[in-house]
């Protein structure tokens, strides 16, 4: 049997060696049969095989990322696109667009954020109210008063933490106790020793509990006050 490669001719008897040709690359002689291909070739083919296999897997790979798109579809998208795009850079107008979004998102922010600050000031400016008033009646001031009083408590206290607090450079005002701070009650008690013609118990002339200071002029007097010194209203 003829062996397919041999490295020496002494091997082929002499009648076959014609049959041989020498392989310049690896120096050994190699039998020339029709339709036989040679290792090296074989090897070549199976490479590019490989190679060409790779690369069709990544081009379906890449393909299905495309799947349930009409190209029909797509071309007649491009022709408008283009069409769109006239003299323009895309760059550009995809730029504008974005930052007019983010214009009319941040006056959109802006807005609701006014919005929000001020509905706070109203809740906070009413909880303040409530509080102030009902630890004036709770004090004795008298119910004409109470817009004089909320009126004296404006810019004093301010909300913290759900309550109303009485602040001064950023700090809470500490009651009598020193440790807790000056509540609504407190500071309306001591409203009463300042202005006594808030309070039930300072009106009128001679009565228990003092006079009221009549030194004010009637016509600077708040209502409050006429009540307080027992003068009708005009």
Same mark, same amino acid.
């Given at each position: 049997?003829?062996?397919?490669?041999?490295?020496?001719?002494?091997?082929?008897?002499?009648?076959?060696?014609?049959?041989?040709?020498?392989?310049?690359?690896?120096?050994?002689?190699?039998?020339?049969?029709?339709?036989?291909?040679?290792?090296?070739?074989?090897?070549?083919?199976?490479?590019?095989?490989?190679?060409?296999?790779?690369?069709?897997?990544?081009?379906?790979?890449?393909?299905?990322?495309?799947?349930?798109?009409?190209?029909?579809?797509?071309?007649?998208?491009?022709?408008?696109?283009?069409?769109?795009?006239?003299?323009?850079?895309?760059?550009?107008?995809?730029?504008?667009?974005?930052?007019?979004?983010?214009?009319?998102?941040?006056?959109?922010?802006?807005?609701?954020?006014?919005?929000?600050?001020?509905?706070? @000031?109203?809740?906070?400016?009413?909880?303040?109210? $409530? !509080? #102030?008033?009902?630890?004036?009646?709770? +004090?004795?001031?008298?119910? /004409?008063?109470?817009?004089?009083?909320?009126?004296?408590?404006?810019?004093?206290?301010?909300?913290?933490?759900?309550?109303?607090?009485?602040?001064?450079?950023?700090?809470?005002?500490?009651?009598?106790?020193?440790?807790?701070?000056?509540?609504?009650?407190?500071?309306?008690?001591?409203?009463?020793?300042?202005?006594?013609?808030?309070?039930?118990?300072?009106?009128? @002339?001679?009565?228990?509990?003092?006079?009221?200071? $009549? !030194? #004010?002029?009637?016509?600077?007097?708040? +209502?409050?006050?006429?009540? /307080?010194?027992?003068?009708?209203?005009?």
């Amino acid at each position: 049997m003829l062996k397919y490669i041999v490295d020496s001719l002494d091997s082929v008897n002499e009648q076959h060696r014609g049959l041989y040709v020498k392989n310049e690359e690896t120096g050994k002689y190699q039998l020339q049969v029709e339709g036989v291909v040679p290792k090296n070739r074989l090897d070549e083919f199976r490479d590019n095989n490989i190679t060409l296999t790779n690369e069709k897997n990544s081009l379906a790979d890449k393909l299905k990322s495309f799947e349930g798109i009409d190209p029909t579809k797509w071309s007649e998208y491009k022709t408008k696109a283009e069409a769109f795009k006239g003299d323009q850079d895309i760059d550009k107008i995809v730029q504008a667009r974005l930052e007019a979004a983010t214009k009319a998102h941040g006056e959109t922010v802006q807005e609701l954020t006014n919005k929000l600050t001020e509905t706070t @000031g109203q809740y906070y400016k009413t909880l303040i109210g $409530t !509080e #102030v008033r009902t630890a004036a009646l709770k +004090a004795g001031a008298l119910p /004409a008063a109470l817009i004089d009083i909320e009126n004296r408590a404006n810019g004093t206290f301010s909300v913290i933490n759900g309550k109303a607090v009485i602040m001064k450079d950023g700090q809470p005002v500490y009651g009598a106790d020193g440790v807790n701070p000056m509540s609504p009650f407190e500071w309306a008690k001591n409203l009463a020793k300042e202005a006594p013609y808030f309070f039930a118990d300072n009106h009128g @002339g001679g009565g228990k509990g003092g006079s009221f200071n $009549t !030194e #004010v002029p009637r016509d600077q007097m708040t +209502a409050a006050q006429k009540i /307080a010194a027992g003068l009708n209203q005009p």
